[in-house]
């Protein structure tokens, strides 16, 4: 079975996506996941 977090463009055509607020006239306006980095030392 696939989840929406696998298909997330399907998802959102079909309304079943939770991060899409709105469909638009060619795109979607969706909440953004979480997107954790690296942590990055500078060294001066």
Do not use: H, Y
């Amino acid at each position: 079975m696939t989840t929406w977090q696998q298909n997330r463009i399907g998802t959102a055509l079909n309304g079943i996506d939770p991060m899409v607020m709105a469909e638009m006239p060619g795109n979607f306006a969706v909440f953004v996941d979480t997107q954790f980095l690296p942590v990055c030392k500078w060294s001066f």
